[in-house]
């Protein structure tokens, strides 16, 4: 536990604020269906665990099949893996219909 003096006297407990910050937010994506484009690697990698853990159904995107499949084998069922090149107008729309097609709904991109 981390508690920081201030200047009134009072003490302020840092990880207490940080817990209640986090219950605050958890469950927010609960029941959703966010894409994920470039899931395998940076941004997208860091981010996919974390819409999973919240609860979020995941369909994960990326160029290359074997890094998103594995990423999808480690996150487990209910997440998918879709092969995607994000620059392909085509690509998109049978993403967003295979989706649809899976998942039933749509509520999130994170356009990575």
């Known amino acids: 536990m981390i508690a920081l003096a201030r200047a009134d006297g009072q003490t302020h ?3 207490n604020d ?3 910050r986090e219950a605050k937010v958890a469950g927010r994506v609960a029941g959703k269906v966010i894409i994920v484009t470039g899931a395998a690697s940076g941004i997208g990698r860091a981010t996919a665990p974390l819409l999973a853990r919240e609860g979020a159904t995941l369909v994960l995107t990326v160029v290359s099949a074997d890094a998103g499949q594995k990423l ?3 996150l487990g069922s209910p997440h998918v893996f879709l092969k995607q ?3 392909d107008e085509q690509q998109w729309q049978s993403v967003i219909g295979e989706t649809l097609k899976r998942c039933g709904k749509l ?4 356009n990575n």
């Open 18 to 20: 940080h817990l209640h």
């Open 85 to 87: 090149d994000v620059s």
């Open 13 to 15: 407990n840092r990880l």
């Open 72 to 74: 999808a084998q480690e």
């Open 107 to 110: 509520n999130g991109l994170v």
